[in-house]
């Protein structure tokens, strides 16, 4: 008799996304599990899940945490530009036509709808014990609803080194060798991408910092007392090449099991 494939949903907007969607459903099915998609617009039909992924896109809305509205921050970003103008010009050009060509689906402003959606969810996996993987914003959110906040622009971390924003695995990431993330993926220095401009800020109940760059931005988190609730900055399905970071995917289906669902 075929063993059942663990139901890994997986939160997405309503428009946008699809290649990130068609990567994590791969590293999913590579795992062993079957993943569902889950979107505002059908938040009223979520499906039964053995396991949750809270996926990057839209910036977290900075009204739940208390922090400043987009509006200040797009005028803190004008006087920036006016500092650095053609550097900004060439990595905002060189940013965006990276997007398009891999249509990632990372857009700016927020998505309420999304925002109510994945709370509800983290919330409910949280109570329940059910597997957890944040992937950038998933990582931010996991913090923002155990009460943490964010860094709304990590910029003025990288005054003595460039900022990397890329696809490909170009960011050294250091991480706890004590923690679940590196008892996955191995405790070594590893290489990630980046394609993200907040960060875990302010610490959330039972939310420990687990990875963190050389300039000090935090780039995995886990909560404490859930069995397996691991929040990650990079895009590990986006590196299908990578057994290191398919282990993530790998681990999450194994602990469904574990658990007998």
Known sequence: MRRRRPRVLVT???????IAWFFTRLAVWRAGGRAVRARPKKAHRVPPYDALVVG???????????GVTMDALREAARRE???????????????????????????????????????RLLDDALSRGVPILGICRGA??????????????IGAFYT????????????????????????????????????????????????RIVA????????????????????????PEYLPQSRRQQKLFHALVTMVRERGA
């Open 81 to 119: 530009r006016r500092r650095s103008r053609w550097t900004v010009v060439f990595w905002g050009l060189a940013v965006f036509f990276s997007r398009k060509l891999f249509s990632l689906g990372h857009r700016a402003g927020v998505d309420e709808g999304r925002d109510a959606l994945e709370r």
């Open 56 to 66: 990057g896109g839209a910036d977290v809305d900075p009204k739940l945490y208390g």
């Open 212 to 235: 963190r760059e050389k300039t000090g931005v935090a780039q995995g988190v886990e909560i404490a007392d859930h069995p397996f609730a691991i929040g990650i900055q990079w895009h």
């Open 140 to 153: 931010q959110l996991m913090n923002v609803v155990r009460g943490g906040d964010l860094h709304q622009c």
């Open 12 to 18: 997405g907007p309503d428009r946008g996304g699809y």
């Open 160 to 207: 003595e080194s460039p900022k990397v924003d890329t696809v490909f695995p170009r960011k050294p990431v250091l991480l706890d060798p004590n923690s679940r993330l590196a008892a996955v993926i191995g405790p070594d220095e590893a290489l990630v991408n980046s394609l993200h401009n907040q960060a875990v800020n302010r610490l959330g109940e039972g939310v």
